[in-house]
Structure formats: C-alpha cells, structure tokens
C-alpha cells in the first residue's frame, strides 16, 4: 500500500505513539506510556456504545470447515472498551508448562521466558484491581469433601490453582477516568482504522475513517492492539501478508464444555465455592498435573462446578440454569432491536416456555436466596457469578481445556468487504485428535479423583469426549478467547511478531493483545493480555524518541 497522493483532502494527524483498539491491551497499552510520560493518540474502533452500523462491521463473510463457529459479532463488541464489556472478571494466569517447548505439542513454546512473563503479574493485578498476585495456594479443605485434604492413591489432579475475579469489568472506565491517561491520551472516538501504509519496512501512516472524515495519522509507534481476530483482519488487508505465512493461522480458543453429572457424597459439602479476601472473589479448581500432561502427552486443563449446560435446563430441573437461560436471550433480544429481537424469541419459544416451566415449580425458598445474590451481584458486582448450592445432590462438573496449536485453524480474508472497505474475515476452526484426548485425560483423572472420595460420576470419560464431539459439530464456541492468529516467535515462516510483540520485518509496527500468544494453556487470556501489554509498553517507552516521517505532508 503506497502513501495517498498530496492534496487528496484527507486529513493528517501526528502522534508519538498510536494505539489502534481500546478494550485491555490497548488501554493498558496507552495506560502505561501516559504513566511514563509518554502522549498517546487513540483510534479506539467504535463510540461509547455499540449500534447496529457498528456491530455489523465485525460480521463474518462466512464459516467454513465441519466445526463451524458462533456469529463474530457475538462476542466482540465495536465500541470504547472493546471486548471488555463483556469481560465476566475471571483472572487465570498461564503455568510454567505452557511456555515449554513440548515434544507432544507441536507448536508449542514461547520466545518469552516464563519468568520475564511472570515479572508482570503484579502490575498487572494492580490495574484490575484483584490484589496480590496468589494463585497458587493448597486449600484448608478439599474441593470435594470439605474435609481436611488427603492425597489419596491415583490423584492426578492438583487442587492450588486459584482464580480471582476482578471487579472492574469496563477498561472504558479506566479510559474515562485515569487522570494520567486524561491528560496524555488523546482518544478520536468513533474513528476506525482502515488500513495500513508501508514503505521501506515502516509504517509511515494509518488512514483511519471517523463518520463522514478520512484521516490518515503518522506516528513513531504504532500498536495493533484491535482484538484477536481483527488483529489479524487489519494485517491481511496490508501488503505485509505476502511476508508473513503464519499470519492467521493457529487461530486457538478453548474446548469449554459441561458434560458430566456427579453424584455427591451423602455427607459431603463442596468446599470449592468462591470466598472473599480483601473485598476480591477467589476460587479453587482442579488442574491436571504436569507430570500427568507429560506422560499421557495432552494439553492442559482444569475442572470445577458450574451451573447445567443451558441444553439440559430442562432435563435437569435447574432453576438457575433456567433463570440464566432466560435471560441471555432476553438480553439478546433487546440487542438486536425490536424487529429482530421479536423474531429471535418466536424461534426460541419452546426453550423459553420449558425455562418458564421450571422457574414456576422452584419453591420460594430457592428464589429469596437467588434474588438476594442476584440483588448484590446487580447492584455492586459483589458477586462474579452465581453457582449452584453446595447441597444439590447432583452437581455438574465444567472443564475449559487447551486447544492446540494448529496451522489449519485460521482466519482468511473473504471476497466481500464491509462498511469501512475492508475485506470481511472467513473462519475455520481445526480441532485435533490431541484436543479431544487432553479433555478425555482430564476426565479419567478427575474419576479417579471422584470415586474414592464417594462421589459418582454419571457417564464415562469416553461418554464425556463423546458428547462433546457431537455438540461441538457445527456448533463451535469461542467464549471470546481468540487467540494466536499473530502469534510470537523467531522467524516469519511460523510466526507473525517477535517476542517484543515486533511485527517481524517492521521497524515501528507493534501487536499487543491474545493474538500473540502462541499456546493459551487453559487460562482465560485477559490477566496475561494485561501483564503482556504492560511489558509491551515499558519496552516501548524507552525506546529513544524520532520523529514520525513526513513523506505524507
């Protein structure tokens, strides 16, 4: 892409750093580099909300492959924030495994030391507000039992991963409100990057649109910070794809299912609920063991207690379940607006009647404890989620497990273009053999793990693998967790940035955000963006200062 040609009316902006995108790599991003006295300018990729125009940009042209994948717009939002605003403020950070070259894993590896990594988590924690960076920690009471914790014969599972939840759900806020950002970010809201303008192994411009304007803005610095898959969407549209291979592909998410009902002890109480330190939310998880990765050669994984899949709401008589169902699609009614949102629960009528069934049986007692949590949760985000009561004698047991690296899992470039004129993505999701055996793994563990303390698991491992298959078949779930389709590494034939987060080959052009993470473990990727977009922007800020090139004046 050359430079726009002199006295075409566009208009041209100078910044010292430009950061594309504003949900938590970006902000953090501009965050720290206002901190250290650096001026940023923002094209934030939306306005204060998300409407219809907006939303459409972020449609797909297409799906393909057996797996298929949810709607892209569903979840990524096109406004201040980005995908922040529907952030839930589960904060997990990657295990020292996932930074391992892995024989069993190809792909696998970070160019990142995990101790460099690790340096970061504090900082990051204090930017969400979750406290001291503990997570790992052996609890007083077994997840199961609730008895004092004994390593019983078998255990293959470690039950010291700890979460904790932050309360600050919109980077937004932070945006809004953070005096050294106020006084150092200059944020063009409702401007849209377009494209990129590459000359002589820099980016010498980015032509942005903002309404009924054309600009384009010449900057020092330029970070990519749009979202995992945009990400990658704005480096395809530039002339850079054609020296970048990996670009777009070893597009990850996590396998996230529920299926596997337990019969609890009779006298067991399950200890792995969420408690409160210091005002933040922590939970306990079941994680399956390094030295049982190694030896079954599976990814990793983690297992806990969740509310019914929304499938078997119904069957399972679970009135908050139900209720949850209820009003996700309610809440994405009122979404798509009037027209679109009557026709979307005309089609869901039948779920929405046997929801309504199940919330009318559910005895008074369940709904004053309900609405009491809900109330906290609504009015103060005490509370990050609602679980089912420890008492239930069946409990249904979630797991979120790694999907591997994979060449053919990728984003491509459709023939059709939106709004903006930029081509709409095509996804293919590629699940492997090796990411059906890391959930079978982790489920025969976990049985032998259930069984001697009392506790029955209703399906087999392999019935579990066996569902999941069936209900994951064109019907893909990405939970928001894109990742990998910019990943880090040392050279451009399977990787797209360095371990600075470098576009390889650019001398100015920086990737921040899940798109660079070459593995995702089993985590939920907002704690390591954070941690990673700081370290990003303390190696930018002491970069030594130039002045933007003027072949564009």
Not at 133 to 146: K, M, S
Not at 413 to 426: E, F, H, I
Not at 456 to 464: D, I, T
Not at 483 to 507: C, I, N, P, Y
Request: charged share 25%; proline share 6%; with cysteine.
């Amino acid at each position: 892409m050359g430079s726009p040609p002199s006295g075409s009316g566009r208009e041209v902006r100078d910044a010292d750093v430009l950061v594309i995108g504003s949900g938590p790599a970006g902000v953090t991003v501009a965050l720290e580099l206002a901190r250290a006295g650096r001026s940023v300018l923002m094209l934030p990729g939306g306005g204060r909300r998300e409407g219809e125009a907006a939303r459409d940009l972020h449609r797909a042209e297409g799906v393909d492959g057996p797996w298929g994948h949810e709607p892209l717009e569903q979840n990524r939002r096109r406004a201040i924030g980005g995908a922040s605003a529907l952030w839930g403020g589960r904060c997990v950070p990657l295990e020292p495994i996932d930074f391992q070259a892995r024989d069993w894993v190809a792909g696998s590896g970070w160019p990142v030391a995990y101790e460099d990594y690790w340096s970061w988590v504090q900082r990051a924690c204090d930017i969400l507000d979750i406290g001291p960076a503990d997570f790992r920690r052996t609890p007083d009471l077994d997840l199961l039992t609730g008895t004092p914790p004994a390593q019983l014969p078998g255990d293959e599972v470690t039950q010291d991963s700890l979460e904790r939840w932050s309360a600050k759900f919109r980077f937004s806020r932070v945006l809004r409100r953070d005096p050294h950002l106020r006084q150092r970010c200059e944020v063009l809201v409702d401007a849209h990057a377009v494209g990129l303008v590459v000359e002589d192994g820099e980016v010498t411009g980015v032509t942005a649109r903002q309404g009924d304007r054309e600009l384009t803005v010449r900057a020092r610095t330029v970070v990519l910070a749009t979202g995992g898959l945009e990400n990658a969407r704005i480096l395809l549209s530039s002339d850079l794809a054609r020296g970048l291979p990996a670009l777009g592909r070893y597009y990850m998410t996590h396998t996230v299912g529920t299926f596997l009902s337990v019969r609890m002890p009779e006298r067991g109480s399950h200890a792995g609920d969420l408690f409160r330190e210091d005002g933040v939310y922590l939970r306990h998880r079941w994680r399956l063991g390094d030295d049982v990765q190694r030896s079954a050669r599976v990814g990793n994984a983690i297992a806990y207690f969740a509310r019914a899949p929304l499938v078997d709401a119904s069957v399972n008589e679970d009135p908050l379940t139900s209720g949850v169902a209820m009003a996700k699609i309610v809440q994405d009614a009122v979404r798509r607006g009037p027209v679109a949102g009557a026709s979307l629960v005309r089609e869901r009528g039948v779920e929405l009647r046997q929801h309504a069934r199940v919330l009318r049986s559910t005895d008074g007692a369940f709904w004053r404890r309900t609405t009491r949590l809900a109330g906290q949760r609504m009015a103060r985000r005490s509370l990050p989620t609602l679980l089912p009561h420890p008492d239930q004698p069946v409990q249904h047991l979630s797991f979120q497990g790694e999907h591997l690296p994979n060449p053919d899992s990728r984003v491509t470039l459709g023939s059709t273009a939106d709004a903006l004129g930029v081509p709409r993505l095509r996804v293919r999701v590629a699940l492997s053999d090796g990411d059906f055996d890391t959930v079978l793994q982790l489920h025969r563990s976990m049985e032998r793990y259930l069984l001697p303390r009392g506790a029955v698991p209703l399906a087999s491992p392999e019935q579990v693998v066996e569902t999941m298959r069936a209900r994951t078949a064109g019907a893909f779930e990405s939970h928001a967790h894109h990742l990998g389709t910019t990943r880090m590494g040392t050279s451009t034939r399977d990787s797209v940035v360095d371990a600075d987060g470098r576009v390889h080959g650019v001398s100015n052009l920086y990737v921040a955000g899940s798109s660079t993470f070459p593995t995702g473990g089993h985590a939920n990727p907002t704690l390591s963006i954070v941690m990673l977009a700081a370290r990003l922007a303390n190696h930018l800020a002491v970069l030594p200062a130039r002045p933007p090139r003027t072949s564009l004046a």
